[in-house]
């Protein structure tokens, strides 16, 4: 019988498409990336015209040696990674981690994509295979090359002239040049003082309606045109006297109505879907791709495991026909005919750069309502699960009709007031969905009574109001998010990383949902700003990203981008190295006497931020912190772990003894871990002969090597282990020491056994 191997990435995909395929199917999982560019010096050998050295991950070799196994009884090799150039690549390593030639191969070696996981889109994808589109990887392998060349050769400029362990990255140090230039604007921000003045009416049957001043003297006011109270209270007693004088009276001048009507938000793309979310179910970029692809991937509804989103990485607005007629049906049964539109209707995309080769992110199975599907989801996938469904069904439906009146009240000669409102003459689309706002200070227009041109007004009082100008907001997620994508920079599939990043290396943090730069980030971003414009330019990234996409068209080649871009690079960071100086970087003078020693005070950059201190340093040792205002406590940081004991995500947070990872469920799941996980060394427990000795860490930083079965065995050695055995005692395992003087040498561990091989004499 004919045996076909599907690979995936997730093993919850793996099992759902398995479901699909049937018999003759065997589906596993590569578990994400196999290869990558190791994470040191040397990774893509630049004389070689810029030749990657690809390794296999260490947690890769088991997932592989599982596939190898599982070769040697398969007729063909069906590769169904993700849809998009990061799909791509990772079919194409996993060709070469398994040691297969494609034009060589005896086994037949096929590409099948598919955009949503259910049954009839794997079936047709597997029906219709293609071959590995060697555009997008190496389209992909570009991206990889530039990341790694800025990354390795910028984050070590970094270390030397500011701090060691930081670190630049092509697209972040752009997102993070967004949020200190908005800091800075808010930092030179100077609030400046205007008034409005309302009032409020009321008409001979009782109603009352409230309206803002908009002309004086037949002039239109300007915001700043009442900059006090003084002028205001000038203009309130002008008004006050027209109720009283002969001839002088509030009379409804003109009254304009209009219909209006008003357009849906089109489906979800990863952009929109992440600060849509942001807006409405107050989740982080990273939170909503996770559950998006929990529901991707596959969930138990009952009738087994279904895909119930399409997939979630892409920036198209595009609905397929079944999509368009699924929309159709489910409107016209819920909401009646009224609702439904004649023909469907088209989105265009504004996203620059944007590729509308995927559809957009809708439910697979439209017909399937949130309410149906409630029982089976978690609170957080339900709720973006209706987020999704909303925004789709919604953009099919009919226009909201809106009767737009607008009022114009003159108050004697030369004043004039306007109110507006609006009344729904028919929901439409409204009736399920509209879109969330940014500003949420927007104000809503009321409605308004029945008035008449002519009709005299009563004023009940006046409303003289205070304003102070306020700065720009900070950048929230989907602020932040809406504003990469505006410039066209990064891509879907990065948008999450690249804000967590910028949290979880402490350049900026979280404080009521806004991005506010730390000290460090705003000196990387001043060092980036100031010495590597070009680099950090908003354009520049963009246009990088157009000659990416023409590599993934075929347009372009992508070693001749690599040498464009590397040679003028290395350039200027070599010219860099001798003219920036850490100290330029890190201090800075304040013209303030030390209290102590009565040398000058400067502000010096610190491991904890920003701090007065003596330039008289070591003579005076004297500093002073810098009181900075109380925020508050960042919100926790998803990792890509998930807990062993009940599958949630882990978050990464900060104990007495620095980050680890702790359960998302938590109370109901108080499973805890380090962040960094123990690493292997090879070598076998001495004492209970099944465990493995682990490198591991003391809470005061120490490191040490114990078995992994801990607490079933304690054995636990401060030397590193090497698996060798003792030669005069037969002890299973040496340890590796070594002293100043001594240097490095081999000792038995085993106490009164005295063996030691190598290191110097001592004198």
């Given at each position: 019988?004919?045996?076909?191997?599907?690979?995936?990435?997730?093993?919850?995909?793996?099992?759902?498409?398995?479901?699909?395929?049937?018999?003759?199917?065997?589906?596993?999982?590569?578990?994400?990336?196999?290869?990558?560019?190791?994470?040191?010096?040397?990774?893509?050998?630049?004389?070689?015209?810029?030749?990657?050295?690809?390794?296999?991950?260490?947690?890769?070799?088991?997932?592989?040696?599982?596939?190898?196994?599982?070769?040697?009884?398969?007729?063909?090799?069906?590769?169904?990674?993700?849809?998009?150039?990061?799909?791509?690549?990772?079919?194409?390593?996993?060709?070469?981690?398994?040691?297969?030639?494609?034009?060589?191969?005896?086994?037949?070696?096929?590409?099948?994509?598919?955009?949503?996981?259910?049954?009839?889109?794997?079936?047709?994808?597997?029906?219709?295979?293609?071959?590995?589109?060697?555009?997008?990887?190496?389209?992909?392998?570009?991206?990889?090359?530039?990341?790694?060349?800025?990354?390795?050769?910028?984050?070590?400029?970094?270390?030397?002239?500011?701090?060691?362990?930081?670190?630049?990255?092509?697209?972040?140090?752009?997102?993070?040049?967004?949020?200190?230039?908005?800091?800075?604007?808010?930092?030179?921000?100077?609030?400046?003082?205007?008034?409005?003045?309302?009032?409020?009416?009321?008409?001979?049957?009782?109603?009352?309606?409230?309206?803002?001043?908009?002309?004086?003297?037949?002039?239109?006011?300007?915001?700043?045109?009442?900059?006090?109270?003084?002028?205001?209270?000038?203009?309130?007693?002008?008004?006050?006297?027209?109720?009283?004088?002969?001839?002088?009276?509030?009379?409804?001048?003109?009254?304009?109505?209009?219909?209006?009507?008003?357009?849906?938000?089109?489906?979800?793309?990863?952009?929109?879907?992440?600060?849509?979310?942001?807006?409405?179910?107050?989740?982080?970029?990273?939170?909503?791709?996770?559950?998006?692809?929990?529901?991707?991937?596959?969930?138990?509804?009952?009738?087994?495991?279904?895909?119930?989103?399409?997939?979630?990485?892409?920036?198209?607005?595009?609905?397929?026909?079944?999509?368009?007629?699924?929309?159709?049906?489910?409107?016209?049964?819920?909401?009646?005919?009224?609702?439904?539109?004649?023909?469907?209707?088209?989105?265009?995309?504004?996203?620059?750069?944007?590729?509308?080769?995927?559809?957009?992110?809708?439910?697979?199975?439209?017909?399937?309502?949130?309410?149906?599907?409630?029982?089976?989801?978690?609170?957080?996938?339900?709720?973006?699960?209706?987020?999704?469904?909303?925004?789709?069904?919604?953009?099919?439906?009919?226009?909201?009709?809106?009767?737009?009146?607008?009022?114009?009240?003159?108050?004697?000669?030369?004043?004039?007031?306007?109110?507006?409102?609006?009344?729904?003459?028919?929901?439409?689309?409204?009736?399920?969905?509209?879109?969330?706002?940014?500003?949420?200070?927007?104000?809503?227009?009321?409605?308004?009574?029945?008035?008449?041109?002519?009709?005299?007004?009563?004023?009940?009082?006046?409303?003289?109001?205070?304003?102070?100008?306020?700065?720009?907001?900070?950048?929230?997620?989907?602020?932040?998010?809406?504003?990469?994508?505006?410039?066209?920079?990064?891509?879907?599939?990065?948008?999450?990383?690249?804000?967590?990043?910028?949290?979880?290396?402490?350049?900026?943090?979280?404080?009521?949902?806004?991005?506010?730069?730390?000290?460090?980030?705003?000196?990387?971003?001043?060092?980036?700003?100031?010495?590597?414009?070009?680099?950090v330019d908003y354009n520049f990234t963009a246009d990088l990203e157009e000659e990416l996409d023409k590599i993934s068209r075929g347009e372009k080649q992508w070693k001749p981008l690599l040498r464009e871009f590397w040679e003028p690079f290395q350039t200027l960071l070599k010219q860099?190295?001798?003219?920036?100086?850490?100290?330029?970087?890190?201090?800075?003078?304040?013209?303030?006497?030390?209290?102590?020693?009565?040398?000058?005070?400067?502000?010096?950059?610190?491991?904890?931020?920003?701090?007065?201190?003596?330039?008289?340093?070591?003579?005076?040792?004297?500093?002073?912190?810098?009181?900075?205002?109380?925020?508050?406590?960042?919100?926790?940081?998803?990792?890509?772990?998930?807990?062993?004991?009940?599958?949630?995500?882990?978050?990464?947070?900060?104990?007495?003894?620095?980050?680890?990872?702790?359960?998302?469920?938590?109370?109901?799941?108080?499973?805890?871990?380090?962040?960094?996980?123990?690493?292997?060394?090879?070598?076998?427990?001495?004492?209970?002969?099944?465990?493995?000795?682990?490198?591991?860490?003391?809470?005061?930083?120490?490191?040490?090597?114990?078995?992994?079965?801990?607490?079933?065995?304690?054995?636990?050695?401060?030397?590193?282990?090497?698996?060798?055995?003792?030669?005069?005692?037969?002890?299973?395992?040496?340890?590796?020491?070594?002293?100043?003087?001594?240097?490095?040498?081999?000792?038995?561990?085993?106490?009164?056994?005295?063996?030691?091989?190598?290191?110097?004499?001592?004198?």
């Amino acid at each position: 019988m004919s045996q076909n191997l599907v690979i995936v990435e997730s093993p919850a995909k793996a099992r759902t498409i398995e479901k699909f395929l049937g018999k003759d199917y065997r589906v596993l999982a590569s578990y994400g990336h196999v290869r990558a560019l190791p994470s040191k010096q040397g990774s893509v050998d630049i004389e070689q015209d810029f030749t990657p050295k690809y390794a296999v991950l260490p947690d890769s070799k088991k997932h592989l040696d599982a596939i190898k196994k599982e070769l040697k009884n398969t007729d063909i090799l069906l590769l169904a990674t993700d849809p998009d150039r990061e799909g791509e690549a990772i079919a194409w390593h996993l060709l070469a981690a398994l040691g297969l030639d494609k034009k060589k191969s005896d086994i037949p070696v096929k590409r099948v994509v598919f955009h949503e996981i259910t049954k009839n889109a794997i079936i047709d994808a597997v029906a219709n295979p293609r071959d590995i589109s060697l555009d997008l990887v190496d389209a992909q392998q570009a991206r990889s090359v530039l990341d790694y060349l800025v990354g390795f050769n910028l984050s070590p400029f970094l270390w030397k002239k500011i701090r060691y362990g930081l670190s630049a990255g092509r697209v972040q140090s752009v997102a993070l040049r967004l949020i200190c230039e908005r800091e800075k604007e808010i930092q030179a921000f100077k609030e400046q003082e205007y008034w409005t003045i309302g009032a409020q009416w009321a008409k001979a049957g009782g109603q009352n309606l409230t309206a803002g001043l908009v002309e004086i003297n037949s002039k239109k006011l300007g915001k700043f045109d009442i900059p006090d109270r003084q002028a205001a209270d000038g203009i309130v007693k002008a008004l006050e006297k027209c109720g009283t004088e002969p001839g002088c009276a509030y009379r409804v001048e003109k009254v304009t109505r209009s219909e209006r009507k008003r357009t849906p938000a089109p489906p979800f793309t990863t952009s929109t879907m992440q600060q849509e979310s942001a807006r409405k179910l107050g989740f982080s970029a990273k939170k909503t791709m996770m559950i998006a692809q929990k529901l991707y991937e596959g969930v138990d509804i009952g009738e087994g495991t279904a895909g119930l989103i399409t997939y979630m990485r892409t920036d198209s607005v595009v609905l397929s026909t079944l999509a368009l007629t699924e929309a159709r049906e489910v409107i016209t049964s819920l909401y009646g005919k009224e609702y439904a539109l004649a023909k469907p209707r088209f989105f265009k995309n504004r996203a620059k750069n944007a590729q509308e080769a995927h559809e957009a992110i809708r439910p697979t199975y439209i017909g399937k309502t949130p309410v149906e599907l409630k029982k089976f989801l978690t609170p957080d996938q339900f709720k973006l699960y209706d987020l999704i469904w909303k925004r789709t069904v919604a953009c099919q439906m009919a226009e909201a009709l809106l009767d737009q009146t607008s009022v114009e009240i003159s108050a004697g000669a030369g004043f004039k007031f306007r109110a507006s409102g609006t009344v729904i003459r028919f929901a439409g689309f409204m009736k399920l969905y509209i879109e969330g706002v940014d500003d949420e200070s927007e104000e809503k227009e009321g409605v308004l009574p029945p008035l008449a041109e002519g009709e005299q007004l009563d004023l009940v009082k006046l409303l003289p109001e205070q304003h102070f100008t306020q700065p720009p907001p900070r950048y929230s997620e989907a602020t932040l998010v809406k504003t990469l994508e505006e410039y066209g920079i990064g891509r879907p599939s990065t948008y999450a990383s690249i804000l967590n990043t910028l949290v979880e290396r402490k350049y900026t943090r979280l404080d009521k949902k806004r991005f506010i730069p730390e000290d460090v980030g705003m000196v990387v971003n001043d060092l980036l700003v100031n010495h590597f414009t070009k680099y950090v330019d908003y354009n520049f990234t963009a246009d990088l990203e157009e000659e990416l996409d023409k590599i993934s068209r075929g347009e372009k080649q992508w070693k001749p981008l690599l040498r464009e871009f590397w040679e003028p690079f290395q350039t200027l960071l070599k010219q860099k190295e001798g003219e920036v100086t850490k100290s330029s970087l890190t201090t800075e003078a304040t013209g303030e006497a030390c209290p102590d020693c009565g040398k000058e005070l400067v502000v010096k950059l610190g491991k904890f931020g920003k701090f007065f201190a003596c330039s008289g340093y070591p003579e005076c040792k004297f500093i002073r912190k810098i009181e900075k205002e109380k925020t508050e406590t960042a919100e926790p940081v998803f990792s890509e772990e998930k807990c062993e004991k009940c599958g949630s995500q882990m978050l990464i947070r900060d104990g007495r003894y620095g980050k680890y990872l702790a359960c998302s469920a938590y109370p109901g799941c108080k499973n805890i871990q380090p962040l960094v996980k123990p690493k292997g060394t090879g070598v076998v427990c001495p004492e209970c002969g099944e465990g493995e000795l682990t490198e591991k860490k003391s809470r005061y930083g120490k490191m040490f090597y114990s078995c992994n079965r801990y607490p079933q065995c304690k054995f636990a050695l401060w030397d590193m282990p090497v698996e060798r055995k003792c030669p005069q005692c037969g002890f299973p395992l040496l340890v590796k020491k070594v002293y100043k003087r001594e240097g490095e040498f081999l000792k038995c561990p085993k106490e009164g056994c005295d063996f030691k091989e190598g290191g110097k004499e001592k004198k």
